[in-house]
């Protein structure tokens, strides 16, 4: 695997999981972020370099916000299909998702600083200083500029967009069975076992 191969997996899976990933309904839990101290200040330094010539501080909202809706498109068009049927039940569910896709892009745009030094952290931590300096000198050229700024945008490419949408479409029975599985068991747990009050409250 080479170089650029190995640094275009580690952006695409951070960006995924920044996109894709939805909260669960659970009490707070204290960050585990590991302490910046154990952090080699040249190999951080490099890296950032890399983020604010990868990503402009003026386009970072415009990168996400896209990569987001990209996805969006995707699961919509799995997750719709059942209700395909039924044009009242699709609207309604449409509408519900605008107000939450609307939401979570504000709160997106809020946390997108402490995002890019977290992945510039996360750089630092896995590539050598030799080879973040490399990467630093392909994010200063026109095709490394390139590179970062349309990364995403094969999220909304017809080939993936076909691809994600079929593993989308196997994937949901078993979303679905998960669901009732876990809901159907933790009824009967906290019917045996009700729920102590948060130690918060």
């Known amino acids: 695997m080479t170089l ?18 939805a909260p669960a309904r659970a009490e707070p839990v204290a ?15 490099v890296a950032r370099q890399i983020i604010e010539t990868g ?18 498109v995707q699961m919509r068009s799995t997750m719709m299909s059942s209700l395909k049927n039924d044009p009242g039940a699709e609207k309604l569910v449409n509408g519900k998702l605008e107000s939450f896709i609307s939401e979570s892009k ?21 590539f050598s200083l030799a080879e973040l300096s490399e990467l630093n000198t392909f ?12 990364n995403s945008a094969v999220l909304s490419d017809p080939s993936f967009r076909a691809a994600n949408e079929a593993y989308m479409r196997d994937l949901m029975p078993t979303i679905d069975k998960m669901r009732e599985t876990i809901v159907r ?13 948060s130690s918060g409250s």
């Open 106 to 126: 504000r709160i997106l745009n809020g946390h997108i600083p402490s995002l890019m030094d977290a992945m510039a952290e996360a750089y630092s931590r896995e």
């Open 31 to 45: 960050s585990t972020a590991p302490s910046s101290d154990q952090l080699d200040p040249a190999k951080v330094a």
């Open 139 to 150: 994010a200063n050229t026109p095709t490394g500029q390139h590179f970062f700024l349309r």
């Open 185 to 197: 068991d933790l009824t009967d747990y906290f019917a045996k076992h009700p729920p102590k009050a």
């Open 55 to 72: 990503y402009p501080l003026e386009k970072r909202e415009a990168i996400f916000s896209n990569a987001i809706d990209a996805m969006v």
């Open 4 to 21: 650029f191969k190995a640094f275009s997996m580690v952006g695409s899976l951070m960006l995924s999981a920044i996109v894709v990933c």
